[in-house]
């Protein structure tokens, strides 16, 4: 079959992604936050070892605020002992501050946790419950007879309203657009790496299943949204294949194999990578 012009350059641009090099130089830069404070994600033992076998020394509450003193294989040191890396997410420190003004933006959760409430009272119930990290469309604002100002939240601008947040919680998300031209992404052993101009830039272990080979494109489509259970889930991208690439607040089981369909980042790598993808599609090379 004849092949347009068009058609050509983009099999050719995908085609040229395979050529690229397969190693991270150590001074390029991880898309990953600094270890050092995380929040657990349910009741969690703390072990005197880093071995599932040694004593239980303690426990952390559900959304724990905990100190890591050091990353080890599998495992966070914790005052005062260890627990499984998948017990944690690591977080940036919060820091409470005041509200943006207005509404009709992007907002990204800031606190380690928050909750969605029905209305704008802490005695309302609870519709959701998302992580650090979380994306969400602030529709509407309201001060309550406390002068507590309350975001009414969803999942998009033209989404409905899910319910109402402590607009403390949250930042507004400003896109630090990058300006520096396409990037080519590789996902092989379940590590997804950027290139730009062949240089590696940036490189995060994923959650991802199996998947065959592939030359084919990614592009960002929206900076949150609903999937399934999950409010406010970040940074939503897709292939050209129709994988679904996201970031992820409810785990933390980066660099294992997925039972999903979808490649899961954590929240800073997907950030960084849904503003360097830009408008318009960019190569993924999928290898084993």
Known sequence: MPVSRREFLKRSSLLAALRVPTSVDANSSLWRLRESVGRTFRLTDIHSDPNPTSAV?????PDSVIPITAALEGWYQVPPGYVPRAAVQPIQAYNLSEADSGF???AELAAPVSVIREWCSGLAPIVARPGYGAMLYGIDRLQDDRSQIWYGLASGPDG?????????????WRPAVSSEGPVTVRLAARTLTA?????????TPVCAPSLLPAVTTIRALAPGGTLEDHVGVPWLMTSGTGIAIHGVYWHNQFGAISDGTAIELPTAAGRWL????????NPLVITR
């Open 274 to 281: 849904y503003e360097q993808l830009g408008p318009g599609e």
């Open 57 to 61: 020394v303690g426990q952390f509450a």
């Open 160 to 172: 409905r309203l899910i319910g109402w947040g402590m607009a403390s919680h949250y930042r507004r």
């Open 104 to 106: 009709g933006f992007w």
């Open 195 to 203: 290139y730009r101009a062949d240089r590696p830039i940036g490189s």
